[in-house]
């Protein structure tokens, strides 16, 4: 099969912090990545620090966010579904679905990355992996791809176990440090505390930039 | 946006009065409240384009601030309001930030739909 990412997120940045190395070495060796997201992320909390987005300049700051951090990643297929940020959870799930089955059956995708339903913790984030479970439920099951999830409620670990897929992204860290950085109204404090913890070689931060764990969806 | 000035925002929620406008308030501690601190609650509260008409309206407190507007048969208010901007289509977008520069309360009226 030819090797094609979708990657299904709600919120510009959720691509950076937990898949920003894998996709980077990907796109690195040439395979394609569509990514869609739901949302531009217009509810955010982090205006930047200092703040410099009010509520109605955020949803343009936050597009233009995500076209660097793709430009960054090497992404060059970004859909943006123009859906409202922290509302996914009371839209029809049904009806994202069927968007997200279109792009599926589109571009052929041989893995999916999206957030674990019911793990990820943030409303949309479960929202949006529980429509892109249901949308590659409704394949055949020889048809479908490979999905990994990410996951990371308190009870992950418990019900779960440790990610099965983990990644060693050490060798793009600049990449990976360089995409979460493009989303600077969500992540400039956070890039300063990470390149302090960094100077003070802080394993737990090192580790963090270095591993990507994933877990493969069993249907 | 910039630290609010009480006589400038009172200025502008005089203009206002009796118009019809269109309001967009929330207040959130954010998704990961809980996720971050088990003792907390995730609590949050949002109306995008309510269409409302206030007859009085009053910024009060000495900062941070509260803002009421006394509509025909009740009341809208925030509190915890610390910057002020009015943008260029004249809308008065007033917000609340915590010590980091989140944004913990919004409160914003406007002549149009959000």
């Not at chain 1, 089955?101 to 019911?118: A, D, Q, R």
């Not at chain 2, 900062?63 to 910057?83: N, Q």
Request: with cysteine.
């Amino acid at each position: 099969m030819k090797e094609h990412i979708l990657v299904v997120f709600p919120h510009p940045d959720d691509e950076a912090f937990g898949t920003a190395g894998y996709l980077a070495k990907q796109s690195r060796k040439g395979v394609p990545i569509t990514y869609v997201c739901a949302t531009l992320g217009e509810m955010g909390r982090n205006m930047g620090k200092p703040f410099f987005a009010n509520r109605e300049t955020l949803p343009e700051i936050r597009k233009k966010e995500i076209q660097d951090a793709c430009k960054v990643m090497g992404i060059n297929d970004l859909r943006l579904l123009g859906l409202r940020d922290k509302t996914l959870e009371f839209e029809d799930l049904d009806v994202l679905a069927d968007t997200i089955e279109k792009v599926i059956k589109e571009i052929k995708p041989s893995l999916i990355i999206t957030f674990y339903p019911g793990y990820a913790v943030h409303p949309d984030h479960d929202a949006c992996g529980e429509a892109t479970i249901n949308a590659v439920k409704r394949l055949k099951v020889d048809e479908r791809p490979l999905v990994y999830c990410k996951a990371f409620s308190k009870n992950t670990v418990e019900n779960l176990g440790e990610p099965d897929v983990v990644f060693d992204v050490s060798d793009v860290f600049d990449v990976k440090l360089e995409a979460i950085a493009a989303h600077k109204s969500q992540t400039e404090g956070l890039i300063a505390n990470l390149k302090k913890q960094l100077q003070e070689n802080n394993e737990e931060a090192i580790q963090w930039l270095q591993e990507e764990g994933y877990y493969t969806y069993r249907f | 946006m910039k630290t609010i000035t009480v006589e400038d925002v009172q200025k502008k929620l005089n203009e206002l009065v009796n118009t019809e406008l269109y309001l967009h308030l929330e207040t959130t501690n954010g998704a990961y409240a809980a996720h971050n601190d088990a003792t907390k609650m995730n609590v949050g509260a949002y109306i995008r384009n309510a269409l409302i008409s206030f007859s009085l309206g009053k910024i009060t407190g000495a900062g941070p601030y509260r803002v009421g507007l006394k509509t025909s048969l009740g009341w809208i208010y925030a509190e915890g309001l610390t910057d002020y901007h009015i943008d260029e289509h004249d809308r008065l977008l007033l917000a609340g930030h915590d010590t980091e520069g989140r944004l913990a309360v919004a409160f914003q009226l406007s002549k149009n739909p959000f």
